[in-house]
């Protein structure tokens, strides 16, 4: 919140969500859905009505039968003493909280602490190397207190950025799990890529973020977060494959079989580009507010009249700023068309 009042990016990879647009009004507040508070070895978590607590089984408490040791639910709103623990009629929805909880990093050992790492491997270089990473020391008078090195890890707040000339390209060739990851190039002549293939996936669990010229190329992989991944200003996310989570907008989205299992939420001066026959499914909310552009196979034929759905949504707020819902490529035309779950194009 700090940051962007001040009118500075916040770092990369810390929990938390900010509310200046709350504050003032301007820009698009995000959501954060629960709470986590830890105190004495214990955590909890609230997500609506619902408040899960994981604490250390107490030898003098006697747990109700069929609820696990260490283990409550609550029913904040019918139970405000929380003295009802109804853990062991609602198990489903135990292991949901109770791997939101754990997601958030709360059963660390004893001392856990995340570690930075820049990027350090030349163009076409693999993510899985080791060699391909600085290693952290954080040291202070004379006193090592934390060093990490090897191979990347889910502690691991990371950071891809281009020092050369020219454009570099990383590969993800085998899962790369990571508490947060910042990729940015140096200028649109080098730019910075990291290419997801079918065999690998990525996981930002704080973050993904995608500065200015930046590229993330999704090539049929599965690219997660427990937050979202952003694409910030002049940089861009292609390709085909699975965000399994929110999607924010504020550069370019070319989408050509690409699912979004959260919400993908557009700035006014976004630009999403759709395959004609195959393009963008949200799972979540669509929140629309900046351009549409369309791609075409080559000798694909179209004739006026065609209709094309080129994204889905469970539901569809705000329109693309194109002038007279309309869009061109190649001297055809198309009209824009909107419902409540879908976003066609019809040739004109």
């Known amino acids: 919140t700090f940051c962007a009042l001040a009118g500075k990016p916040a770092p990369a990879g810390i929990d938390g ?8 009004g301007e820009g698009i507040q995000r959501e954060r859905e629960y709470i986590i508070h830890e105190a004495g070895g214990s955590s909890s978590i609230i997500r609506g009505k619902h408040k899960l607590v994981l604490s250390k089984a107490s030898p003098k408490k006697k747990k109700k039968a069929g609820s696990p040791a260490g283990v409550a639910l609550y029913d904040l709103v019918a139970d405000h003493a929380e003295k009802k623990n109804i853990a062991a009629n609602r198990p489903q929805l135990v292991n949901e909280l109770k791997a939101l909880l ?3 990093r709360v059963l660390e050992p004893k001392g856990f602490a995340n570690t930075y790492h820049r990027w350090t491997g030349k163009n076409g270089s693999v993510t899985s190397k080791a060699s391909n990473w600085s290693d952290y020391v954080y040291a202070n008078a004379g006193v090592t207190y934390t060093t990490d090195d090897g191979a990347p890890q889910l502690s691991w707040n990371a950071s891809m950025t281009n020092p050369s000339k020219t454009p570099s390209t990383a590969k993800v060739d085998k899962d790369l799990e990571l508490l947060s990851l910042h990729i940015k190039g140096r200028s649109a002549q080098a730019t910075q890529t990291l290419a997801v293939g079918r065999n690998a996936s ?15 190329e999704m090539r ?15 940089a861009t996310l292609s ?18 079989g690409l699912a979004v299992s959260g919400d993908y939420t557009e700035e006014s001066d976004a630009r999403l580009t759709t395959a004609l026959t195959d393009g963008l499914s949200v799972k979540g909310d669509a929140s629309l507010s900046g351009t549409l552009a ?8 179209l004739k006026p009249g065609q209709q094309f759905t080129v994204l889905k949504a469970d539901s569809i707020q705000g329109t693309f700023n194109n002038a007279n819902n309309e869009l061109a490529l190649s001297g055809t035309r198309f009209k824009i068309g909107y419902s409540n779950t879908e976003v066609t194009l019809t040739v004109l």
């Not at 992989?221 to 910030?232: E, I, K, L, P």
């Not at 369309?294 to 034929?301: A, I, L, Y």
């Open 102 to 104: 754990i997601g958030e």
């Open 220 to 234: 049929g992989a599965t690219v997660s977060s427990q937050r979202w991944v952003d694409v910030m200003p002049q």
């Open 239 to 256: 390709g085909s494959g699975t965000v399994d989570t929110s999607l924010f907008n504020n550069g370019s989205v070319l989408a050509g």
């Open 17 to 24: 969500v900010s509310i200046a647009p709350s504050l003032t």
């Open 202 to 216: 990525l996981n930002g669990r704080n973050e993904i973020r995608l500065d200015a010229h930046a590229r993330l």
């Open 294 to 301: 369309v791609s075409v196979k080559k000798g694909q034929p």
